[in-house]
């Protein structure tokens, strides 16, 4: 994969660029009766569950037959879908190197279950126990600025304690 440039989690940015449009052409592509499975009232759940939990979220997703749907962790489902949104990014003609490196972020974020919101409440949890409030987000945000600089995703940032 190509060197990014320095910036904020530039890197994240990207991958989940490539994995919503990934995931997007793979679920238009879908059959028509598969997404009758998952109605609009179960999505718009799963997207606030997702939003309060994050990867840890359980989330109704269609297990396959018609108006069967399953149960799943955030993190799975995510594990599940990234090699179909690899398979569509290719066919639209992205670069399978580049589709890779992408994806392995996503991938890598949800095995580790650290990301960007994880990060900085761990973070700050942890400047909190030196630190009063305000010193602690200032230490927090520090620490976000000279990571995010490196250019390396945000699943391989440390959490100092």
Do not use: C, K
């Not at 919503?20 to 009232?41: K, V």
């Not at 149960?71 to 489902?77: C, G, P, S």
């Amino acid at each position: 994969m190509r060197t990014l440039p320095a910036g904020p989690t530039v890197i994240d940015m990207l991958a989940n660029a490539a994995f919503l449009i990934g995931l997007s052409l793979w679920l238009a592509g879908q059959d028509e009766r598969w997404t009758y499975a998952l109605p609009f009232e179960r999505a718009d759940h799963n997207f606030y569950r997702a939003a309060q939990h994050g990867l840890s979220a359980q989330l109704t997703w269609p297990a396959g037959q018609r108006d069967r749907t399953r149960t799943v962790a955030a993190a799975r489902l995510v594990a599940e879908v990234v090699p179909a949104a690899r398979q569509v990014l290719v066919e639209a003609g992205v670069a399978a190197e580049e589709a890779d490196g992408l994806l392995e972020v996503i991938s890598a974020r949800a095995a580790t279950g650290q990301t960007g919101a994880v990060w900085q409440r761990t973070t700050l949890a942890a400047a909190e126990q030196r630190h009063d409030r305000e010193r602690a987000l200032a230490v927090m945000l520090g620490r976000y600025l000279r990571y995010s600089g490196t250019g390396l995703p945000v699943h391989t940032w440390p959490i100092a304690s």
